[in-house]
């Protein structure tokens, strides 16, 4: 057997989403885009309301929130700066089942370098890390879509300890 370790093993960062959820229309929507501008480098995208919920007066096609989706390096320099606010812990019940983690920063100034602006206010955000392996395109492609192997998934272990591995994280596990 060779020494050389598989390629396709390898766990990675896919994607970071990054969604600030304002729930209404108007000018807190408009400072949340400035706030993921400013911390992201990227324009938001608007997210809007999937259906009428008339207990919270919100109609279907509502703009209620904006996110930003980043990938490569620039995904993974931002997960860093956003575990550095939570002191790098994350809580192991963050981590789903197919090892991707999600987690929140109740204040978008304590990230380094942001300070509070009394015109823009105070957003937390939640940011979502998705993982996965080389070869994932053939459950996503169009022609000829075939299921994930079972060894090509990424368990909860696995994330947790790339988490561990790559960012320096200390899970929190529950203590029962």
């Given amino acids: 057997m060779s020494d050389k370790p598989n390629l396709m093993r390898d766990i990675r960062v896919y994607k970071v ?14 400072k949340a885009e400035k706030v993921l501008r400013m911390l992201t480098g990227h324009k938001p995208v608007r997210t809007q309301s999937r ?15 904006v996110k930003v989706t980043l990938r490569g390096d620039e995904a993974v320099d931002f997960v860093k700066r ?18 991707n983690f999600s987690f929140g ?9 942001m300070k ?8 937390g955000m939640d940011i979502s890390v998705v993982l996965r392996r080389r070869g994932y ?4 492609r169009r022609k000829e879509r075939r299921k994930l192997p079972e ?12 988490a561990e591995k790559m960012f320096n994280a200390t899970i929190i596990r529950e203590v029962s």
């Fill in 17 to 30: 989403v990054v969604n600030i959820g304002v729930g209404e229309a108007g000018e807190r929507l408009v």
């Fill in 51 to 65: 259906m009428t919920n008339r207990d919270f007066n919100i109609r279907k096609h509502m703009p209620l929130g």
């Fill in 82 to 99: 956003a575990l550095w606010t939570k002191e790098y812990r994350i809580a192991a019940y963050s981590f789903d089942p197919e090892g």
């Fill in 105 to 113: 920063v109740k204040d978008h100034t304590s990230f380094e370098g």
């Fill in 116 to 123: 509070y602006d009394p015109e823009i206010g105070v957003f």
């Fill in 137 to 140: 395109r053939i459950a996503e």
């Fill in 151 to 162: 060894k090509q998934r990424i368990t909860k272990e696995e994330g947790i300890e790339f």
